[in-house]
């Protein structure tokens, strides 16, 4: 593993205090926060109980930047996954959001390399179709409780038929499947 993307861990004391152990210091959410940006994958475990709470820190760090005005999560996508709590799409949302996360990263990768050519003025390739397939996915996975009143993406002209055929073939048997769980 390299330096950047070891594991950093992060000991909580009972003073609820954060102890560094890769610089031996104490740390605070924000510094955390700022490891992670930095590419750091983060663990923070209790020291007394061994519990692994990076979990919990996480969604208290992300809390923070929303209390501060720093919003990232509309109000629709928290209101999202409130519902998805309890419901059956409980099972399938954790592996939604892992894949919509990563294909923002490529995409976001993709971007960087388009500004590092010649034409900066490139766009993110397919960034049309990914919403359209986003959208379509979640109202699937939702069964249509997000409520949402966000109008569906419209194909664009660069859109070839054919897909978007594969992506409501694909939605149908994922409907499907649903339907069976």
Do not use: C, H, W
Request: charged content about 25%.
């Amino acid at each position: 593993m390299t330096e950047k993307t070891k594991l950093l861990l992060i000991k909580r004391y009972a003073s609820r205090r954060l102890y560094d152990t890769e610089a031996s210091d104490y740390v605070t959410l924000a510094d955390i926060a700022g490891f992670i940006r930095g590419g750091r994958e983060v663990q923070i475990i209790d020291l007394k109980s061994g519990d692994d709470l990076t979990r919990q820190y996480l969604l208290q760090i992300v809390a923070d930047y929303e209390r501060r005005g720093e919003n990232v999560l509309p109000v629709e996508v928290l209101t999202d996954l409130v519902r998805s709590y309890g419901s059956q799409a409980t099972s399938v949302v954790p592996q939604f959001l892992a894949a919509s996360f990563e294909i923002l990263r490529d995409g976001q990768s993709k971007a960087m390399e388009n500004l590092n050519v010649v034409n900066p003025a490139v766009a993110i390739p397919e960034f049309d179709i990914m919403m359209a397939q986003q959208e379509a996915f979640m109202k699937a996975m939702t069964g249509g409780l997000s409520g949402s009143t966000t109008p569906s993406a419209k194909p664009s002209k660069s859109q070839p038929s054919d897909d978007l055929a594969d992506i409501k073939s694909q939605l149908a048997a994922l409907q499907d499947k649903l339907s069976k769980l």
